[in-house]
């Protein structure tokens, strides 16, 4: 056993279910739509940005708010995504964010970040199963709309 200090820091990873969930399931987008817009805080005044982390059996396992930004656009860092699925045991992920402009149209970054997400859960065995572009009045799926 060895009784020396170290100057390195730990690294602790945690992943707490202490909330009793009621084991939602993600069988489509609008399934999917409907638990954003209980936790998103707004579709209004700022995008947010939210990953919902699913089990096999596609079972909400629980949410993650990956970034808030301004009126325009907010970051979404990759790693913070894998990291947090890693964390919660995932086997997929349905991420989503807000356009407070009412427009549901991703734009050119949203479908570039939506490809480099699916390609890393790729090498990950973490399936992406969905993207949404969520506003006050509608949503947008890129896997219903085919955007690759």
Same mark, same amino acid.
């Given at each position: @056993?060895?009784?020396?200090?170290? =100057? @390195?820091?730990?690294?602790?990873?945690?992943?707490?279910?202490?909330?009793?969930?009621?084991?939602?399931? #993600? +069988?489509? +987008?609008?399934?999917?739509?409907?638990?954003? /817009?209980?936790?998103? *805080?707004?579709?209004?005044?700022? &995008?947010?940005?939210?990953?919902?982390?699913?089990?096999?059996?596609?079972?909400?396992?629980?949410?993650?708010?990956?970034?808030?930004?301004?009126?325009?656009?907010?970051?979404?860092?990759? /790693? #913070?995504?894998?990291?947090?699925?890693? $964390?919660? =045991?995932?086997?997929?992920?349905?991420?989503?964010?807000?356009? *407070? +402009?009412? =427009?549901?149209? *991703?734009?050119?970054?949203?479908?570039?970040?939506?490809? $480099?997400?699916?390609?890393?859960?790729?090498?990950? =065995? #973490?399936?992406?199963?969905?993207?949404?572009?969520?506003?006050? &009045?509608?949503?947008?799926?890129?896997?219903?709309?085919?955007?690759?």
């Amino acid at each position: @056993m060895n009784t020396q200090k170290t =100057n @390195m820091a730990e690294i602790e990873i945690s992943y707490s279910r202490n909330i009793i969930t009621d084991n939602t399931r #993600i +069988s489509c +987008s609008r399934d999917a739509d409907q638990v954003f /817009r209980r936790i998103f *805080p707004s579709l209004q005044h700022r &995008e947010y940005f939210y990953m919902l982390c699913l089990d096999r059996a596609s079972q909400v396992l629980g949410y993650y708010q990956v970034s808030v930004g301004g009126l325009n656009g907010t970051i979404a860092d990759i /790693r #913070i995504i894998f990291q947090t699925a890693l $964390k919660a =045991n995932a086997s997929a992920i349905v991420i989503a964010h807000c356009h *407070p +402009s009412g =427009n549901t149209q *991703p734009s050119q970054a949203d479908i570039a970040l939506t490809k $480099k997400i699916k390609e890393a859960g790729v090498i990950l =065995n #973490i399936n992406l199963l969905d993207h949404l572009v969520i506003t006050s &009045e509608e949503y947008l799926s890129f896997e219903d709309d085919n955007i690759q």
